[in-house]
């Protein structure tokens, strides 16, 4: 079946909803864990995203209420005109009695905007009721977070929500406003990147997020806990990061600090037992195809009967073209199911589209009657030709780790590629990797290039010590290797 998408750049917000307590755990003390969940879809001056907002609130808090630590509280707010000072009004009444060793998680949902400040990317939340809006920028966000005690753990599902920490644009800052220890933040998109909702075959918004879809499937019991990648019943922030970038590819996540190893979700051996989701254990062969390779290789699991079809939706021009989709059925029986068990697939690129070298979107979806429904979207990178990538690293020229800060690269390069990058110092000796062969991934930036980040510990997780810094990359096309370095970056000590 060929199922029409329709992309809208989501950039997400609140009647409000009421709270929910659930029971402390009594046999072992941990963190005490509380939520603040708030989304929009009724605007005046954007696009109306009913009912994937809520969607995205409401599919979220089932996934927490399944977290092994048990939540305290969770709040709900959705469709509200939040003015600054409402805000740090609900962030209090949600969040306020949490303690030094307490966690809270504040999730948005709603239209992301940008606005020029400082020589900056400003971002903001349009919340609304539909009939009056307000924004909520990074000032207010923090203004209104900051004195929470414990940790805050932001989740941003937006357009241009890197913005919030600075990641994902050519702009190279080492800090952001939620810089230091109280505050992590996860974002669905890099600075100058849109996010996306989905749709049902007629078009009608009757989802989520993909970002959202991707997230609550990586943390819950129908998505197998995809997220936890050693299987050790607890998902850090670092595991949900790179779950979100395999099943999530049409905007680049980000996160702050980098390689946080905070848990965000725990879970027991016997939630495994309650049954997973109809698609789970995504595995790609190869995330860059070359100039030789003519298909897109991958395998998943099915864990029940279904309709099983693939869509690639290529880029152009910068833009997905959601309603150009090169649509492939997965032969079933003669009414379409599937069995379950390992699955391996093959997807040629369309004839039209034999000289493509940029960038699409695999579409894995499921279809029941006359619905469709996306269970990952990672983003494939073709380079068909071989002419030099023009490799270019910019740096921030210093940072301090003991604050928190970060040192930024942008690397310079065109067309897709699989990039290495590691950190030397200035003896040459190998410090940390960023990257391992790792595929690019689009991020909306003039001049095109990749954005790397470290924060300051050596390939031991250890600090390293004050210091000149440089970032080495490579790279091989069609065998002939390709490298390029930056300038010394300057670790300073507390």
């Known amino acids: 079946m060929r199922a029409r998408w329709l992309s809208l750049w989501l950039c997400l917000c609140l009647v409000l909803l009421p709270s929910f307590a659930f029971p402390e755990e009594t046999e072992e003390k941990g963190p005490a864990l509380r939520a603040l969940l708030i989304s929009a879809d009724r605007f005046v001056t954007m696009p109306e995203t ?6 995205n609130v409401a599919n979220l808090r089932r996934a927490l209420l399944l977290d092994a630590r048990g939540y305290q509280a969770i709040r709900a707010v ?12 609900l962030a209090q009444e ?23 400040q400082e020589g900056r990317l400003n971002f903001a939340l349009l919340m609304s009721d539909g009939r009056r809006e307000t924004l909520l920028d990074s000032r207010v966000l923090y203004e209104g977070l900051k004195d929470i005690k414990g940790t805050k753990v932001l989740i941003i599902d937006a357009c241009y929500s890197g913005a919030a920490i600075h990641k994902g644009d050519e702009m190279l800052a080492v800090a952001s406003l939620f810089t230091g220890e109280d505050f992590k933040v996860l974002t669905s998109a890099g600075a100058r990147e849109p996010s996306f909702l989905w749709t049902d075959p007629k078009g009608a918004l009757s989802g989520g997020s993909y970002f959202a879809q991707a997230l609550v499937a990586g943390l819950g019991v129908q998505g197998g806990f995809a997220a936890d990648a050693n299987r050790d019943g607890v998902i850090t922030l670092t595991e949900l990061l790179f779950h979100q970038r395999l099943y999530y590819g049409a905007s680049s996540p980000q996160l702050y600090p980098e390689g946080d190893p905070l848990p965000v979700f725990t879970y027991q051996a016997s939630q495994l037992a309650q049954g997973a989701g109809v698609i789970t254990d ?19 699991t099915l864990n029940q009967p279904a309709r099983v079809a693939y869509q690639l939706i290529y880029q152009h021009q910068g833009h997905w073209r959601f309603d150009m989709p090169q649509s492939i059925a997965q032969p079933g ?12 697939a093959a997807l040629r690129l369309t004839a039209s589209e034999d000289a493509l070298s940029g960038y699409l979107l695999m579409l894995l979806i499921t279809v029941e009657e006359d619905r469709a429904f996306p269970q990952a979207s990672p983003v494939m990178a073709v380079r068909r030709g071989e002419e030099d990538p023009g490799l270019l690293v910019s740096a921030s020229p210093a940072f301090k780790p003991g604050r928190g800060e970060e040192a930024a690269f942008f690397i310079r390069h065109e067309g897709p590629l699989a990039l290495s990058a590691v950190i030397r110092d200035a003896s040459g000796q190998l410090m940390a990797t960023l990257l391992a062969d790792s595929a690019s991934r689009p991020l ?23 210091g000149e810094y440089t970032l080495h990359v490579t790279t091989q096309i069609s065998g002939k290797p390709y490298a390029a370095e930056s300038r010394p970056v300057t670790l300073l000590g507390p």
């Open 282 to 300: 995504l595995s790609l062969t190869n995330q860059l195809l070359g100039p030789d390779e003519e298909a897109i290789r991958f395998s998943y």
């Open 94 to 116: 949600a969040l306020g009695a949490a303690e030094e060793e307490d966690i809270s998680l504040i999730y948005f949902s709603s239209h992301g905007l940008l606005t020029p």
């Open 78 to 89: 959705v469709n509200q005109a939040i003015s600054p000072g409402d805000f740090a009004d």
């Open 444 to 466: 909306h930036l003039v001049p095109e290039g990749s954005t790397v980040y470290w924060n300051g510990l050596d390939r031991l997780g250890q600090p390293a010590p004050p």
């Open 50 to 55: 009913t009912p994937s907002s809520y969607n």
């Open 333 to 344: 029986d003669k009414g379409g199911l599937i069995s379950p068990g390992r699955k391996e």
